[in-house]
């Protein structure tokens, strides 16, 4: 059965510890899980928001009456999502007293013409909402990110920072994508 | 080929498939019976999650009422999602968002309303799920590779299965003359426990192994942007059945209860388990739940201000591809039929864990002898022979197994 058998000569003694041990070389498969955990857990404390809204805060944007904190869910180049392409993820906090007055958060690069095309809407309870926003790769590195809110009154408010100032690792990966441009 | 040499080829074909990787398919059986009792586990080590009685005929509350529960003790705490577990002994899980922006899970007496606590720091169901599901290696660009060095144990598994029934001649009679040898030495023992659980554990190794398949299938479909579902994108709430409001706030949300008694109206028989707020002003409210069927959920999304039922998700709705593929997780996790289902599910995933076990001691003892009568039949007497010797009483039994 063991191949063993078929061979009658002694084996050496490297060949003997080889036969011996090797099928417990598996047992380093578990060194994958255990290199992986500090990843997790720290993964797990983002999502639990131990650090926050994200990362990276991008600080307090005035948007005409109302206001929100800004921050990058992670402080780093958009991930790639499937077929969606690269994605952005940024997260947001309403101003306490703006909470009951705003309906909608927007995110878009670039300005939106109107309001059915202010970007994608945020998600989530106003204290931690989440929004992926799609950036392709062909974004000009000194493009601006506009904030719309929308009110209950039906009114509408715009704010924009450079995305620089957004998203320094977006710049930094949109400028090394120039070459395929 | 002869008869002989082919059940040999069997059984070497058995005997490899999982030995190189014996102990990562030990750690995946062992994390994946854990995960099957998780919950349970941390019930057992945490009161804040359990739900008693405040009386013996104390009523559940209902959702609205768990909301302004919770509106009443934490006035600025924003509620997502209301989970209530299968089994009562549960109490309900509350996603909530506070003020300074940190999401919590909070457990919440389904009877009086009371937040009992929040769920622990270190999620013990979500990590042996994770180290089980798919050995910790993070999710970046579709599956983790991770999920599929797991999933893909399905078929060494399933082929295990195959050729163990294959090489274990006459299996059945197994059922009638059931045979544990306890006093004949650990390596007959082991073999008769390999193969008593073995033939026990038909239906379960089959249940595993073709569910973990489709886990390995199902990450091929996601990452190759194929999709089965015939389920319906569905539009954001329109513009225009989004209520203005004259002082500029918020309008005020269906009644939850009210919304329930909607989706049960259009959805006879659900039991509502689960409750998800809608995430902004042009999102939906979903009430879902099982009906008669434990293995799927249905769903009611409904406009969360007129509680107009903008879709349903039936079983019905479902292919029959859905059907299949639907039901493949929770036939692999065990978690659709209360606690029993869950300990039938621990009990068998213990057992297969002790055949991988038993196997490998099988094996080892095996070789062991084989590599002991190679050293005995060379020239030169050595260590080797010695052991041989030592190991002389087992070598008796050791035939019995060449003729399974």
């Known amino acids: 059965m063991s191949q063993s058998t078929t061979h009658p000569s002694t084996p050496s003694r490297l060949n003997l510890i080889w036969r011996k041990w090797r099928f417990h070389l598996n047992v380093l498969l578990l060194l994958i899980p255990l290199g992986f955990m500090p990843k997790y857990f720290s993964e797990a404390a983002l999502f639990r928001g131990d650090e926050g809204l994200g990362q990276r805060d991008v600080g307090e ?8 904190r800004l921050a990058e869910f992670r402080n780093e180049a958009p991930r790639q999502e499937g077929p969606a392409g690269p994605m952005k993820h940024f997260n947001a906090a309403l101003c306490q007293r703006c909470i009951g007055q705003v309906k909608a958060t927007y995110l878009r690069i670039g300005k939106p ?9 945020f998600f989530g309870s106003p204290y931690r909402m989440g929004a992926l926003l799609p950036v392709p790769s062909k974004t000009q590195p000194d493009a601006e ?6 009110g209950w009154d039906g009114s509408m408010h715009q704010a924009s920072i450079p995305l620089s100032q957004a998203s320094p690792a977006t710049v930094a990966w949109l400028n090394t994508q120039g070459t395929q441009r | 080929m002869s008869k002989k040499s082919r059940s ?10 999982a030995l190189p990787i014996w102990f990562f398919v030990l750690i ?22 359990r739900a008693s009685k405040p009386t013996d005929d104390a009523p559940l509350l209902g959702y609205e009422q768990v909301v302004a529960a919770i509106r009443q003790a934490q006035p600025l705490t924003q509620v997502q999602s209301i989970t209530r577990p299968d089994e009562s002994h549960f109490a309900l899980e509350v996603r909530v968002t506070y003020p300074d922006g940190r999401p919590d899970t909070v457990y919440v007496n389904p009877y009086s309303g009371v937040i009992q606590g929040s769920a622990p720091t270190f999620n013990f169901q979500a990590f042996t799920r994770a180290l089980h599901g798919w050995w910790l ?7 983790s590779w991770g999920w599929y060095l797991v999933s893909f144990l399905g078929l060494p598994l399933l082929a295990s299965l195959v050729t163990g029934l294959v090489v274990y001649k006459r299996f059945w009679k197994g059922f009638f003359r059931p045979t544990l040898r306890i006093r004949h030495g650990a390596r007959i023992f082991w073999g008769d426990f390999h193969r008593l659980s073995g033939i026990w554990s038909i239906w379960f190794i089959a249940v595993i192994s073709i569910t973990g398949t489709w886990f390995l299938i199902q990450a091929l479909l996601f990452d190759n942007q194929i999709s089965i579902s015939s389920e319906p994108v569905l539009p954001v709430v329109a513009r225009e059945s989004v209520p203005l409001s004259a002082d500029g706030t918020a309008p005020p949300l269906l009644n939850l209860d009210r919304a329930l008694e909607i989706a049960q109206q259009r959805i006879p028989g659900l039991e509502a388990s689960f409750i998800n707020l809608p995430g902004n002003a042009y999102s939906h409210l979903e009430i879902s739940g099982r009906g008669w069927y434990p293995l799927m959920f249905q769903t009611a999304t409904l406009n969360p201000y007129d509680g107009d039922v903008a879709a349903l998700r039936l079983l019905s709705d479902r292919t029959t591809l859905e059907f299949v593929t639907e039901s493949m997780r929770p036939l692999h996790t065990g978690d659709f039929g209360g606690l029993w289902i869950k300990l039938i599910w621990f009990f068998f995933g213990l057992i297969l864990s002790m055949m991988v076990l038993s196997g490998l001691l099988i ?18 007497p050595s260590r080797g022979a ?3 010797r030592s190991l002389q009483p087992s070598m008796g039994s050791e035939s019995s197994e060449g003729s399974l």
């Open chain 1, 61 to 68: 944007i005035q948007v005409g009456p109302w206001s929100l």
């Open chain 1, 145 to 150: 990110l506009w904030i719309t809110l929308e």
């Open chain 2, 386 to 388: 010695r052991a041989a």
């Open chain 2, 28 to 49: 995946v059986c062992v994390t994946g019976t854990l995960a099957v009792v998780s919950q349970e586990i941390v019930w057992l080590a945490n009161p804040e999650m």
């Open chain 2, 8 to 17: 040999k080829l069997w059984f070497l074909v058995h005997s490899w498939l």
């Open chain 2, 137 to 143: 290696v993070p999710f970046t660009n579709g599956f």
């Open chain 2, 363 to 380: 094996w080892t003892k095996r070789t062991a002898l084989a590599t002991a009568n190679a050293f005995k039949r060379s020239q030169k």
């Open chain 1, 113 to 121: 013409r109107s309001l059915r095309a202010a970007g994608v809407i």
